[in-house]
């Protein structure tokens, strides 16, 4: 079993619904999560980092964490085509080395 | 903050060639900088751990003498492919985390495209 799953099949949303992106984890050492977007070509983009259990809320995204159940989400309101991209899960265990997930692809049509 | 700059952003050479890329750090001081490589569609995959003024760490499986680090100050990092080959080619990522604090998260340079014909 892999550290970190997380669903790379790409969503299609059209522009203004709301994105829903899941990475579940089997390591309970994990403390800090990440998720970080990416553009084709570029590097990966911090957007949201949190490290307890909860709702983090930033704009239109929120990162949600359950510790309980291994089990991180983002969420994107009101989506824009701007928003396209691949959306990468990422977590660590104090000043260990990321895990990352395999990434998932969004599209959102206008 | 926590700006990374990477440089350059592609390159393409010919076979046999050794390719530098540059990791900087802008507005933070970075104990700890990171080498990954990404393929078409998936994750990154860790490379080696750079660390200032003492030797890389390497992942399994990464040739250290095909991929020399060189981290000389808190604010550079250097990724020197030695002698390319086509089964190089890839896309080459760097990050670096603040270090004051080791919880902080690492923030990512925009990534070294390299094409080695």
């Known amino acids: 079993q892999k550290e970190v799953e997380q669903d790379p099949g790409p969503l299609s949303v059209p522009e203004g619904a709301i994105v829903s992106l899941n990475c579940t984890y089997s390591n309970s050492a994990f403390q800090y999560f990440m998720w970080y977007r990416q553009y084709s070509r570029k590097g990966p983009e911090l957007l949201m980092y949190?490290?307890?259990?909860g709702n983090k809320e930033d704009g239109r995204f929120t990162a949600q964490v359950d510790k309980s159940s291994k089990y991180i989400s983002l969420f994107i309101r009101d989506s824009q085509p701007s928003d396209s991209a691949t959306y990468l899960c990422?977590?660590?265990?104090?000043?260990?080395?990321?895990?990352f997930g395999k990434g998932n692809q969004v599209v959102v049509i206008p | 903050g926590a700006v990374v700059s990477q440089h350059p952003s592609w390159v393409i050479c010919k076979s046999g060639t050794s390719v530098k890329i540059e990791c900087r750090s802008l507005?933070?001081?970075?104990?700890?900088m990171f080498w990954y490589r990404q393929f078409p569609k998936q994750s990154l995959m860790l490379m080696a751990t750079s660390n200032e003024g003492s030797k890389a760490t390497y992942e399994q499986g990464v040739e250290k003498d095909k991929f020399l680090i060189n981290h000389a100050s808190l604010t550079l990092s250097t990724l020197t492919v030695t002698s390319a080959h086509p089964e190089d080619s890839s896309f080459y990522i760097c990050s670096a985390r603040e270090d004051v604090r080791t919880n902080q998260p690492q923030h990512f340079g925009d990534g070294t495209r390299l094409s080695i014909l």
């Open positions: 949190t490290y307890s259990s």
């Open positions: 507005d933070f001081q970075a104990t700890t």
């Open positions: 990422a977590m660590k265990r104090g000043n260990n080395r990321l895990a």
